[in-house]
T-cell receptor
Framework: GAGVSQSPSNKVTEKGKDVELRCDPI?????LYWYRQRLGQGLEFLIY????????KSGLPSDRFSAERTGESVSTLTIQRTQQEDSAVYLC???????????????FGPGTRLTVL | AQKVTQAQTEISVVEKEDVTLDCVYE???????LFWYKQPPSGELVFLIR??????QNEISGRYSWNFQKSTSSFNFTITASQVVDSAVYFC????????????FGAGTRLAVHP
């Protein structure tokens, strides 16, 4: 079946503009995650969804970042008033389930490369 | 795990050499999972393995093998007879303590395999 897809693949924006990044998880996956990867670094967790709820938003760096998920499917990460330090690759992942003491395998999309000028 | 350490920042080998990538983690959890991912130059993360803390048997998949040592909190990854296509950044990624809802990533180990 299809993997995780993200759009756009690349986004160049000017400082101060808002951007929306989209993630389509693997069909049937109830858990969805957003990570950020700065150049040459590992991934930083941003937020995770179980269904349409976000029990853990602890990684969102500021109130300029928000995310939502609808229909237990598509998720949108919105960055308002973008800053140059927001430039990074934003990666989305999904997993079949996340509950209790089980860490299910996360499958990643290709990412959106965001460049803020 | 609260922390993961991949001490090797970059490794360079010649094709057909064996190479081991080290991963040491810290956790107070008694039950946990560990993952390895590969990130080739294309950028997409590729899942390699998921291991739970109950199972200390070594695992082999083709040229890949993993050595999990709970006593030393290590989960090392070996590529046998490396190939140029193995060139990538490799991440060992455990969940944080008390949580299975996200993964912790270090900076990874960049492996360059030269012909």
């Amino acid at each position: 079946g299809a993997g995780v897809s993200q759009s756009p693949s690349n986004k160049v924006t000017e400082k101060g503009k808002d951007v929306e990044l989209r993630c389509d998880p693997i069909s049937g996956h109830t858990a969805l995650y957003w990570y950020r990867q700065r150049l040459g670094q590992g991934l930083e967790f941003l937020i995770y969804f179980q269904g349409n709820s976000a029990p853990d938003k602890s990684g969102l760096p500021s109130d300029r970042f928000s995310a939502e998920r609808t229909g237990e499917s598509v998720s949108t990460l919105t960055i308002q008033r973008t800053q140059q330090e927001d430039s990074a690759v934003y990666l989305c992942a999904s997993s079949l389930v996340t509950s209790g003491r089980i860490a299910d395998t996360q499958y990643f999309g290709p990412g959106t490369r965001l460049t803020v000028l | 795990a609260q922390k993961v350490t991949q001490a090797q920042t970059e490794i360079s080998v010649v094709e057909k050499e064996d190479v081991t990538l080290d991963c040491v983690y810290e956790t107070r959890d008694t039950t946990y999972y560990l993952f390895w991912y590969k990130q080739p130059p294309s950028g997409e993360l590729v899942f390699l393995i998921r291991r739970n803390s109950f199972d200390e048997q070594n695992e082999i998949s083709g040229r890949y093998s993993w050595n999990f040592q709970k006593s030393t909190s290590s989960f090392n990854f070996t590529i046998t007879a490396s190939q140029v296509v193995d060139s990538a950044v490799y991440f060992c990624a455990p969940p944080p303590e008390g949580s299975h809802n996200k993964l912790i990533f270090g900076a990874g180990t960049r492996l360059a395999v030269h012909p």
